[in-house]
């Protein structure tokens, strides 16, 4: 809706929050059971108390948010050709820029909050906006209590239209918007009076409005012809050229809801209960007394003094014509009883297994049986959100992508990224590294976290289901799925190099100077490859120092080395393990000539072939 009016605005806000009373009631509801700011108040008493027990639902929240968010999402670019070298090189240079922008946004704290959204009111918005500074998209999370989004089908999470709401106050107002503030002001206004901020999106333009009257009156009794309670602060054009806006909802009937809506009213009854269980016993600590008179005794019982004077003060209290008698209050048996069976009632409600709160049920035997009812009452739920934000995440990237080319598509950016899996320098262009927005989101195995992610990956490694690499790759320890290969590659050679020195010195094929020597250059800094290397050479120098035969004549034969030079020598290897260069034998015009005296001595003439001085 291009060119919307103030009006107009108004008027949607209104209709919305008409529609949306009963779920934005509830969430009122969820956001005061969270911050603990609910009263129980105790009928017959003039008196309303805090809850006394333990707030299952914030901790089944927080839990089960965190849960969620223990492990972040992969992301995937593909290339559009992928037998193209280059056009590889843009598909991964378009997952690096996307994870260089959630790094960015500084995703994982925004997930945190989206997360406890999502699971206590059943959406979890965001809006994609340029972040005109740094030059790249930002990510801003809305409270779902504040979001009025144009009705859709509830699996679409891009409505057409969204206006958020938030209260200012008119100083604010003249202190940011001196023009609008002339436009609201009133011989009557006070600088402290109340602001409604309407901000509407599309996919054509944002506006801010400003606004004097609450959305009902808005409703009911704005004029149309008013334009001085109302006024526009600020306008500009959606250069993405789709809606900036994504609101991901929790899977229901037929309107949002919480995952633990149902625990709110068995935490009151649980929390009344357990305040008159308190008065019961304050009340058998400091009972109630009664004047009871003698019987036959037609005078009134009286306090002398006309107060009764606590027996704290040291004071008598005097009494004539009767006695005093506590009045006894205990509680019922069956309290303690009650008060355990509802919040058994709101575990059930709200699948809270007891481990949450650090504790294990009284039927749990075995670590594995615990382990199968803790994934049994919060697997499923944890694996549904997870892949509602992973669907969500697709959507917000393509908004992303658009924002970044709608605002800075032709400039070239450069900066570092620090994510798993793409750590080092990005260089990108929207415009061109951007030819497509497909990307694809996922989290490693749905539905378990990360206290449970390395279990199932080890069996799954160690099953032969799945590979080292695919393991190094979901483990969320590994931030570099290569190195950490060739890091382990490496330490395996040195866990050999380390079997075969001490087989050396266990046999006594390497000298103990040899290793003494080690031992100094270790520990002079250098690494034990380096030092091993030293000494061998040193070794060999010593060797080849020793006089050796002449050589024989003629240049050596490639790949050999002339007798008695240093890398003949076997150094601190034993002298068959090969590790010298191979000694340089004669040339091949001197091994022809030994040959033919060879064979001339053979076929001699008559000659005898037996030993000299032999007789007949």
């Known amino acids: 809706m291009a060119n919307i009016t103030d009006a107009q605005i108004i008027a949607l806000y209104a209709e919305r929050e008409a529609q949306l009373g009963p779920v934005m009631a509830r969430m009122r509801m969820v956001m005061n059971q969270s911050n603990g700011d609910i009263?129980?108040?105790?009928?017959?008493?003039?008196?309303?108390?805090?809850?006394?027990?333990?707030?299952?639902?914030?901790?089944?929240?927080?839990?089960?948010?965190?849960?969620?968010?223990?492990?972040?999402?992969?992301?995937?670019?593909?290339?559009?050709?992928?037998?193209?070298?280059?056009?590889?090189?843009?598909?991964?240079?378009?997952?690096?820029?996307?994870?260089?922008?959630?790094?960015?946004?500084?995703?994982?704290?925004?997930?945190?909050?989206?997360?406890?959204?999502?699971?206590?009111?059943?959406?979890?918005?965001?809006?994609?906006?340029?972040?005109?500074?740094?030059?790249?998209?930002?990510?801003?999370?809305?409270?779902?209590?504040?979001?009025?989004?144009?009705?859709?089908?509830?699996?679409?999470?891009?409505?057409?239209?969204?206006?958020?709401?938030?209260?200012?106050?008119?100083g604010w107002v003249q202190a940011n918007y001196p023009q609008a503030f002339m436009q609201l002001y009133s011989t009557n206004a006070k600088a402290s009076d109340r602001v409604d901020i309407m901000e509407y999106t599309d996919c054509d333009e944002t506006v801010l409005l400003a606004t004097t009257k609450s959305a009902s009156q808005a409703y009911e009794n704005w004029p149309m012809s008013a334009p001085n309670r109302s006024a526009r602060l600020e306008q500009f054009t959606n250069l993405a050229k789709m809606p900036r806006v994504i609101v991901p909802g929790r899977v229901t009937l037929d309107r949002l809801t919480g995952q633990f809506d149902g625990m709110i009213p068995l935490f009151t009854a649980r929390a009344k209960a357990?305040?008159?269980?308190?008065?019961?016993?304050?009340?058998?600590?400091?009972?109630?007394?009664?004047?009871?008179?003698?019987?036959?005794?037609?005078?009134?019982?009286?306090?002398?003094?006309?107060?009764?004077?606590?027996?704290?003060?040291?004071?008598?209290?005097?009494?004539?014509?009767?006695?005093?008698?506590?009045?006894?209050?205990?509680?019922?048996?069956?309290?303690?009883?009650?008060?355990?069976?509802?919040?058994?009632?709101?575990?059930?409600?709200?699948?809270?297994?007891?481990?949450?709160?650090?504790?294990?049920?009284?039927?749990?035997?075995?670590?594995?049986?615990?382990?199968?009812?803790?994934?049994?009452?919060?697997?499923?739920?944890?694996?549904?959100?997870?892949?509602?934000?992973?669907?969500?995440?697709?959507?917000?990237?393509?908004?992303?992508?658009?924002?970044?080319?709608?605002?800075?598509?032709?400039?070239?950016?450069?900066?570092?990224?620090?994510?798993?899996?793409?750590?080092?320098?990005?260089?990108?262009?929207?415009?061109?590294?951007?030819?497509?927005?497909?990307?694809?989101?996922?989290?490693?195995?749905?539905?378990?976290?990360?206290?449970?992610?390395?279990?199932a990956i080890q069996t799954r490694v160690g099953s032969g289901m799945m590979s080292k690499d695919r393991g190094r790759v979901l483990d969320p320890m590994v931030d570099d799925p290569r190195a950490e290969e060739e890091q382990i590659n490496v330490e395996n050679l040195q866990q050999a190099f380390m079997t075969w020195i001490d087989q050396g010195i266990s046999q006594g094929t390497i000298a103990g100077d040899e290793i003494v020597r080690m031992i100094v250059l270790v520990q002079q800094g250098k690494g034990l490859d380096e030092a091993y290397t030293t000494a061998q050479a040193e070794a060999q120098a010593r060797q080849a120092s020793v006089p050796a035969p002449p050589a024989p004549s003629g240049p050596p034969q490639p790949g050999t080395a002339p007798p008695g030079s240093p890398p003949t020598m076997p150094g601190m290897n034993p002298a068959s393990a090969g590790a010298q260069v191979p000694v340089s034998g004669p040339p091949q015009g001197l091994m022809n000539i030994a040959n033919l005296l060879s064979t001339l001595h053979r076929t001699g003439s008559g000659a005898p072939s037996g030993p000299p001085g032999g007789g007949q």
């Not at 009263?39 to 805090?50: E, G, T």
């Not at 709608?406 to 951007?434: L, R």
């Open 39 to 170: 009263i129980v108040p105790l009928p017959d008493m003039d008196r309303a108390d805090k809850p006394a027990v333990a707030n299952l639902f914030k901790q089944a929240l927080d839990q089960t948010a965190a849960r969620v968010v223990s492990l972040m999402p992969m992301l995937e670019c593909p290339a559009l050709k992928p037998h193209i070298g280059k056009s590889q090189d843009l598909a991964d240079q378009r997952r690096k820029a996307i994870l260089g922008w959630w790094d960015a946004n500084d995703l994982p704290r925004r997930m945190s909050r989206r997360a406890r959204y999502f699971v206590g009111y059943g959406s979890s918005p965001v809006v994609i906006s340029p972040d005109m500074k740094r030059g790249i998209p930002q990510w801003h999370v809305r409270n779902p209590l504040t979001t009025f989004a144009a009705p859709t089908d509830p699996d679409d999470m891009c409505p057409e239209n969204v206006i958020f709401t938030y209260p200012k106050t008119l």
């Open 274 to 455: 357990m305040a008159l269980n308190l008065l019961a016993v304050e009340k058998g600590i400091f009972p109630d007394l009664a004047l009871v008179g003698y019987p036959n005794d037609s005078n009134t019982p009286t306090i002398v003094g006309g107060e009764w004077k606590d027996g704290r003060s040291g004071e008598v209290n005097v009494i004539q014509h009767g006695h005093v008698e506590p009045v006894a209050l205990n509680p019922g048996f069956a309290t303690t009883g009650l008060l355990d069976r509802l919040e058994q009632y709101e575990r059930t409600e709200g699948s809270v297994p007891s481990e949450y709160g650090g504790e294990s049920g009284t039927n749990i035997r075995t670590g594995r049986r615990g382990d199968a009812v803790m994934q049994a009452a919060v697997s499923f739920p944890i694996a549904e959100a997870q892949e509602t934000f992973a669907s969500s995440l697709e959507a917000e990237n393509k908004v992303a992508i658009a924002v970044a080319k709608g605002w800075f598509g032709g400039t070239a950016k450069s900066f570092y990224v620090n994510w798993k899996g793409a750590k080092g320098q990005v260089e990108y262009t929207p415009n061109i590294t951007f030819e497509t927005d497909e990307n694809i989101v996922t989290f490693p195995l749905a539905g378990l976290d990360a206290q449970n992610l390395a279990i």
